[in-house]
């Protein structure tokens, strides 16, 4: 599916829930269901350090496509986290390059992307598309 | 549930504060953010509206009326400070813009004139960044050390760890009045007096101090004492730096500029005498004026009243919160004023943050410009309920029912 269409079904996904409960209990599920990254990736420089929460970020480019993975220590933060990694990984560097994120706007989360939430989840949208770049020049 | 008290009378204070009527995210605002910064009431707000609808000129410099009575209401502001901490002389009351700006104040100018290769300054594990790093800096560039008392486990201050780290190379000592994370309440005046054993000079961290209990410059016998105008119902950008006079006048001027000086030529220039000679430039004028009034606010309420009220409302939140499975309290000092802070099992303190935000409730999550207490207490950071004496038992109530609801998502 391109970046586009996981989007798209993102959206379809949380227009079930009307009540933010319901919504912020997907996201707790989308949290605990994310597969944790690899030990040996929870490296201080795949750590995006926010003032409220971490974030830890790995990326891999395999067979022309990024593979991201990710965790955070918060389960909010965590559950859309996954969210990305759903919407970014194993996308081409030009696809992500060239993306927008419009999707965490249009389930009504895009006080997460703020500043002031230092939460991390910001920086780590800039770091995707960093890597997208850096990975542009290799493919 | 709640209790009812009757130190202070509620309803009619709720109604001077016109943010507290509020509804965010479709429930009633309980603001439990008062350690980050207080809510103003309409009489300072008033003030405010009043000075630059019909005062605004600047001080110090014309002759003409405005700015003599703007002047004269600045000055008078400085005078009602200086009697709410009871200072001796009221050119020992400096504005600023805050305590960091109070802080820097000193270290800088202190640091210039005084500290040497080897020298030592002490402060406390649970300070504020804003009482660290300012140190550290001025440590760094005159090659003296820095040395830290250690607090146990419940956040109190050991003394005996303090009287082990003074000597003859303690220049200063800086330590916070209540830290802001832990609610702990130090023995300042205690910490004063052995400093002043070893002749070194004391500031005291009062930002949190100010809002909640009496304090006496005179009676602690500190060289300096800081804090902000916005944690006590004042406005943003205006602060305190309480210098004993005879220390001040030993201190070079830490910014240069107008109003701060006697004379200028390109030669040579002499500087103004206290407070001038630490306030260049034109100044926060309707801070310090605003500031002024939030005092006259807080001392017609009696600042006692606000300290009683307030300690039954720290005990009744934590009775209450201690009967949730999983809560621990971070800060558990015998001397405690307004603030719980806390961890909650298998949860992160962000994660408790947004939900009860969901709810209406504002509480502080993260390292509360603390880090280095964080690490003592080995945890990422807390989330903190401060309480102000226009919240209520009932908007405890409606926190714990909250914190209870965010407990079952997250858990
Ligand atoms: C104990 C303590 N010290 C210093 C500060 C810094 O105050 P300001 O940011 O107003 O300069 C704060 C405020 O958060 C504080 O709580």
């Known amino acids: 599916m391109s970046i586009a269409e996981i989007q798209a079904e993102i959206v379809d996904e949380f227009a079930l829930f009307d009540e933010w409960m319901d919504k912020y209990e997907h996201l707790i599920e989308l949290g605990k269901d994310l597969p944790v990254i690899a030990e040996e990736f929870k490296t201080e420089d795949n750590l995006i350090k926010g003032c409220q929460s971490r974030v830890w970020l790995h990326a891999n480019l395999n067979d022309g496509k990024i593979e991201f993975t990710a965790e955070s220590d918060a389960i909010i933060t965590k559950g859309i986290v996954a969210l990305m990694i759903r919407v970014f990984s194993n996308q081409t560097p030009k696809n992500i390059a060239s993306s927008n994120v419009d999707f965490i706007d249009e389930i009504g989360l895009k006080e997460h992307l703020s500043p002031t939430r230092s939460n991390g989840l910001l920086s780590m949208l800039k770091q995707i598309k960093m890597y997208s770049i850096a990975y542009q020049a290799k493919v | ?411």
Not at chain 2, 296 to 305: F, K, L, P, Q, V
Not at chain 2, 336 to 346: E, Q
């Open chain 2, 1 to 411: 549930m709640s209790t009812q008290t009757d130190i202070l009378d509620l309803k009619k204070i709720r109604a001077d504060f016109p943010i507290l009527a509020q509804e965010v995210n479709g429930k009633p605002l309980v603001y439990f953010d008062n350690g980050a910064t207080s809510q103003k009431p309409q009489q300072v707000i008033d003030v405010i509206n009043t000075y630059y609808s019909n005062e605004n000129s600047n001080i110090h410099r014309g002759i003409h009326t405005l700015s003599q009575v703007a002047t004269d209401a600045y000055e008078k502001a400085r005078k009602v400070v200086q009697a709410f901490i009871n200072a001796e002389h009221e050119h020992e009351v400096i504005f600023t813009s805050g305590t960091t700006g109070s802080i820097n104040t000193i270290a800088s100018s202190f640091g210039k004139a005084h500290l040497k290769e080897g020298d030592e300054i002490i402060i406390s594990t649970m300070e504020h960044h804003s009482n660290i790093v300012p140190w550290q800096m001025i440590c760094e560039e005159k090659g003296a050390n820095l040395k830290v008392v250690p607090i146990n486990d419940a956040g109190e201050f050991l003394f005996d760890e303090y009287e082990k780290l003074l000597s003859s190379k303690t220049k200063l000592v800086a330590v916070t009045h209540v830290s802001n994370t832990l609610g702990t309440i130090n023995p300042v005046k205690e910490i004063i007096a052995k400093a002043q054993e070893h002749g070194a000079l004391t500031l005291i961290d009062g930002a949190q101090a100010v809002p909640h209990k009496k304090v006496d410059v005179r009676d602690l016998d500190c060289d300096f004492y800081v804090f902000s105008g916005h944690k006590m119902l004042g406005p943003t950008g205006v602060g305190i730096l309480y210098g004993k006079e005879t220390i001040l006048n030993e201190l070079p001027p830490y910014q240069g500029g107008g109003d701060m000086i006697k004379t200028v030529t390109f030669e040579k220039t002499t500087y103004n005498e206290l407070p001038h000679k630490f306030e260049a430039g034109t100044p926060n004028i309707v801070g310090g004026i605003a500031l002024a009034s939030a005092i006259e606010y807080m001392n017609a309420i009696g600042i006692d009243n606000i300290a009683s009220y307030e300690d039954e409302l720290l005990t009744y939140a934590t009775a209450q919160i201690k009967t949730i499975e999983g809560v621990r309290i971070i800060g558990e000092a015998q001397n405690k004023a307004s603030v719980l802070s806390f961890v909650v099992d298998g949860t992160h303190p962000s994660d408790i943050g947004m939900i009860v935000d969901k709810l209406g409730i504002a509480i502080r999550t993260g390292h509360h410009c603390t880090e280095p207490l964080m690490n003592r207490f080995n945890i990422p950071g807390t989330a903190r309920a401060s309480f102000a004496f226009y919240n209520t038992t009932k908007e405890i109530d409606v926190f714990i029912e909250a914190l209870k609801k965010a407990i079952k998502m997250l858990v």
